[in-house]
Every structure is written in structure tokens, then in C-alpha cells.
């Protein structure tokens, strides 16, 4: 066995057996290891942009890593934005970045590069492969790190000689610690300070933003009257008929001020406190309300659901959740706004769906459209780096081929990443994408006026302007593979999204929306 065989056949093992690639000369003999070990899965992205997040988007949906294949320094670099989104979601991701040969690195060839110092920037785990005979045992550790609660990106750089060398030696995985319990004097706490009769918000994120944290959290309000949010881009969020339905934490200041006011203790279940997504002139960067108290129940790294679930039987016995029941929007007319788009969403989205939501602007409404349809997963942008959401939503139909992945997405986000599209059209993969043509940077019309940048004229104007040339999505979509459809009304939208979530394989909606900023 050579190193790269010993390699993927470790991965294979560990259970990590997709990997999104886009590599190079120094990488071929993981390529053709491919062939050997025939349980790994390769697909091909066509930007490390594509490869990275799909590796997030794939990781969420199966709660187990993907590997991803770079192609030395700028090939990961290429990729940093959608690792930046999978470490700030705590996704697990095993990279493997090809080196020069060790004997080469000394004629600083023209790919050579700190590949050390790009990964350091993801604060996980970087390991250099010295020898062949320890890739197999690197593997693991990698595979062992990035599953290490609540998960990291593990980075592994592997020299073209110590995947090619003869000698390579599969490891079997490491066992895994998983999420660290909760100390029960600390439910005990949080449980006093739920019963102390002063104004108390619940904030979960994480792995509690599933089913068994959400029921607990609605259980826990429902006793105590406490009020309850889930984090402002949570990494997966189920929601839905049959579930409780917990409002998310806002994204502007403004919002999150509103809902925390009046608040005194501040309990966080696997997040963090509110902070101000940017610092704004003369405003609170920290959101607590002043004067509030914050208590953690579950830090990043514990079991956050089983500590609401002890917190509920400690205050909410006999107390049940309250769940959502069935509400869809009725089905719009005319064309298309900021509601009547996310009403024919609402009004359609298939069963078990899973939504990549990179919506932008455009899709403010979407959650209360949304809150009473079929079961399904939402999947945010967690790292704020857009250009995530045709990336994700790829990932994610390579990790639950039987389920529709809808995938919402702005047209300017879109464009960083579009090639993914060729992707899904290559992997015949079942993602419907709306693609939400504004024609503007419209979030940044509106931050242009609340960061007090005075003065700013048709200059400032025409950087944030997709007008002109108009660009043309179905075109764009056809050229990589994927049917497309253009709708400028609600009744064009619903027949084309109904036609395409029945139909399988990729396909694109560009649909015409004004911008609302
Ligand atoms: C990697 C990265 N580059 C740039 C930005 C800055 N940025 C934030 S929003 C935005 C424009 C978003 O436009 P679009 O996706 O069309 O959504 P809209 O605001 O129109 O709803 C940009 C460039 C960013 N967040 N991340």
C-alpha cells in the first residue's frame, strides 16, 4: 500500500467516505488511490470555494465529516471562506492538502507556499505527514480531531512523496469521547434562576436546535414563562409541523434589543450571548441588556440537549411542548414581492424538505412563511462569508439523496460559488434553487446608511448595483448543466417550483424580485 491508499482506506474506516476535491499535480496519487479503496466517493468541485462548503453542507446533514481535497497553499486558500462558515457552524471537516514532495520544497517552486500559516487561520487541527508509514495514523487523529465536540477543521498536509512511498499502514479510527455532560449543580443553578420570578430568555444553539432541544426549550417556557430563541444562524435548525417553534434571535441590533428588553438573566444553551453582527457608530456592540445577568447551561463542547432535557424535568414536569400544527400561506397572485415569493415556498415546500437559506434581504418573511409547512432543516449562514449557500445546499443532497434540498439563494452570493451548479448537474443531485435576482447588494444599501457613512453619492451607489448588464441566470444555469426557468410573477413561481421539486436531478428558478433596500 502506498500512502495515499493508506490514507483514504483509514478514511474509509473512520467512516469518512466522500470526498469533495479539486486537485493538482501534487495530489494525483490520492486520485488514483480513489480506485483502489472503491468505497470512497470523489466528486468535483470546480473552486475550493464549491469543495469547502460542500464539505460543510454535507457534515450537517450526516452529522459525520466529508474530506475535502486542495491543492496546496492556494487551493485551501481558495476554500477559507466556506471553512470560515463550517468552523463558525462547529462542522467537522477532514482537509487534505497536497505539498510538494519534502526534497522539492527546498527550490521554492512556484506553488510553494505557507500552506501551515493558511490553516492556522481555522483554529482546529494541523498535522504535517512526515512518513508513509504514519499517514494511515495521521488519518485517524485527523478524523478523531475534527469529530472532537462540538467539532473542527482538521487540517492534514500530505507531501507528494509520503502519498506516493511504499509502506503505508491503515489505522483503525479512534474512539470518540462525544459532547462532555453537563455538571447537574449547574441545571440546578439555571433551574433557580428559572424560578426566581425575574424576566428570563433562553438561547440555544448547536445540536440543540434539533428536535429533543427544541421540545425540551418549549417545555421549559411553557412552565417558567420564560421567553426562548435559537441563535441568529443557527447551523441546522429543524422546524415545522409537529415541532415547537422557536423565534430566531434577529440579525440587526435593533431587533435583538427588542426582543431581550426587559430582560434580567440571559441562559445560553450551546451559543454564546448576543453580540452586534458589526460594530455600528455610537451603538452597544454586546447585546445582553444592561444590567442582565448571563448563565451558561451548556458550553460549545457539552451536550447542550440533554441539559434542557434535565433543566425541563426539574421545572416543566408534566408540563408537553406546544407544536406547531399544520399553516400553509395561501397560494399568491401577481408579481413578484418580498411575501408573495416566500408564500409560494410555504405553500409548496415538499415533505422533509432541507433549506439552504442564503435569501439575503429577500428573504426576511421567509420564516413565518415557512413555520407551519412540512417538516424540514434549515441550514444559515453561520461565518456571515456569503457565497455559501449553491456550495451548502450540494453537500447536503450528496448527504441525503432521498430528501428535496431547496436551496434559496441571492444572486449576488450566488455568483462567488456558481459553479457549483455543475456540480449538482454532474452529480444529478436533487436541489431546486430559487435564485432570488434583485440585481443589487441590497444588505449593503442599507448598512451603507446605518454605519452614518455620510456624504456617499452615485459613486458608492455603483458598487453595490448588479444592474447592467441584467445578468441572466438561466443562461448562467444552462451553461453548467442545470434546466432553468425565469419568473417574474407568483403564478410563475409556484408552477415552475412545483414542476421542479417533482422532477428529479438540479434545477434553477431566477426569479426577477425587486430589491427592498
Ligand atoms: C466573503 C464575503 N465577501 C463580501 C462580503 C460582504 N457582503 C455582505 S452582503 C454582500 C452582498 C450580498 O448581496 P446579495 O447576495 O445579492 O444579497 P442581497 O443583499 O441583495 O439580499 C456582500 C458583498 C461578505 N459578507 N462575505
Redesign the pocket.
Known amino acids: 500500500m502506498n500512502g495515499a491508499q493508506s490514507l483514504i482506506r483509514t478514511l474509509v474506516d473512520a467512516g469518512v467516505d466522500v470526498c469533495f476535491s479539486n486537485p493538482g499535480t501534487s495530489e494525483m496519487h490520492f486520485v488514483a488511490a480513489l480506485d483502489s479503496v472503491p468505497e470512497m466517493r470523489g466528486v468535483v468541485g470546480l473552486f475550493e470555494g464549491v469543495v469547502t462548503g460542500a464539505a460543510d453542507g454535507y457534515a450537517r446533514m450526516a452529522d459525520k465529516p466529508a474530506a475535502t481535497l486542495l491543492h496546496l497553499g492556494p487551493g485551501l486558500g481558495n476554500g477559507l471562506?466556506n471553512l470560515h462558515n463550517a468552523r463558525r457552524a462547529n462542522t467537522p471537516v477532514v482537509n487534505i492538502i497536497g505539498d510538494h514532495a519534502s526534497y522539492h520544497k527546498q527550490y521554492d517552486a512556484p506553488l510553494e507556499s505557507d500552506i501551515e500559516s493558511v490553516a492556522s487561520s481555522l483554529n482546529g487541527w494541523v498535522k504535517r505527514s512526515e512518513s508513509t508509514a504514519e499517514v494511515g495514523a495521521d488519518a485517524a487523529a485527523a478524523v478523531a480531531a475534527a469529530q472532537d465536540a462540538p467539532g473542527r477543521i482538521a487540517t492534514l498536509i500530505l507531501p507528494a512523496d509520503v502519498s506516493w512511498g511504499d509502506g503505508g499502514k491503515a489505522a483503525a479510527p479512534a474512539t470518540l469521547p462525544g459532547a462532555k455532560a453537563v455538571e447537574g449543580s449547574t441545571v440546578q443553578a439555571i433551574a433557580d434562576v428559572l424560578r426566581s420570578g425575574e424576566s428570563v430568555a433562553l438561547l440555544i444553539g448547536g445540536r440543540a436546535c434539533r428536535e429533543a432541544g427544541l421540545r425540551a426549550t418549549s417545555r421549559i417556557t411553557g412552565a417558567t414563562g420564560a421567553k426562548a430563541f435559537v441563535e441568529t444562524f443557527p447551523s441546522r435548525l429543524e422546524r415545522g409541523e409537529g415541532l415547537p417553534t422557536i423565534e430566531r434571535l434577529g440579525y440587526l441590533a435593533e431587533q435583538v434589543t427588542y426582543q431581550l428588553d426587559g430582560v434580567k438573566h440571559v441562559i445560553v444553551a450551546g451559543t454564546r450571548a448576543p453580540v452586534s453582527f458589526f460594530a455600528y457608530p455610537g451603538k452597544a456592540s454586546d447585546l445582553v441588556p444592561e444590567g442582565a445577568k448571563v448563565h451558561v447551561l451548556a458550553e460549545l463542547d457539552e451536550d447542550a440537549t440533554s441539559a434542557l432535557t434535565e433543566l425541563a424535568e426539574l421545572v416543566a414536569a408534566g408540563t408537553d411542548p406546544v407544536l406547531q400544527q399544520a399553516a400553509r400561506p395561501a397560494l399568491p397572485t401577481g408579481a413578484l414581492t418580498a411575501q408573495n415569493w416566500v408564500d409560494v415556498i410555504g405553500n409548496l415546500l415538499p415533505d422533509n424538505a432541507i433549506i439552504a437559506d442564503?435569501?439575503?434581504?429577500?428573504g426576511v418573511l421567509l420564516p413565518a412563511a415557512t413555520a407551519g409547512a412540512p417538516r424540514h432543516d434549515v441550514l444559515t449562514l453561520t461565518g456571515?462569508?456569503?457565497?455559501y449557500g449553491i456550495p451548502v445546499a450540494t453537500g447536503a443532497a450528496i448527504a441525503a439523496p432521498d430528501r428535496p434540498v431547496i436551496n434559496l439563494q441571492?444572486?449576488?452570493?450566488?455568483l462567488?460559488t456558481i459553479s457549483g451548479l455543475w456540480t449538482q448537474a454532474h452529480e444529478n443531485l436533487n436541489v431546486t434553487t430559487v435564485l432570488?435576482n434583485?440585481r443589487?447588494?441590497?444588505?449593503?444599501r442599507l448598512e451603507l446608511q446605518r454605519v452614518g457613512a455620510e456624504g456617499s453619492g452615485p459613486k458608492a451607489k455603483a458598487l453595490l448595483d448588479?444592474s447592467g448588464p441584467d445578468m441572466d441566470f438561466v443562461k448562467i444555469a444552462e451553461g453548467l448543466g442545470v434546466p432553468a426557468t425565469r419568473a417574474t410573477t407568483a403564478e410563475e413561481l409556484a408552477e415552475q417550483f412545483a414542476r421542479a421539486i417533482a422532477e428529479p436531478g438540479p434545477h434553477l428558478i431566477d426569479a426577477i424580485v425587486p430589491?427592498?433596500f
Do not use: K, M, Q
Open positions: 471562506a442564503e435569501a439575503n434581504t429577500s456571515g462569508a456569503i457565497g441571492s444572486d449576488g452570493s450566488a462567488y432570488l434583485n443589487a447588494y441590497a444588505i449593503l448588479l430589491p427592498l
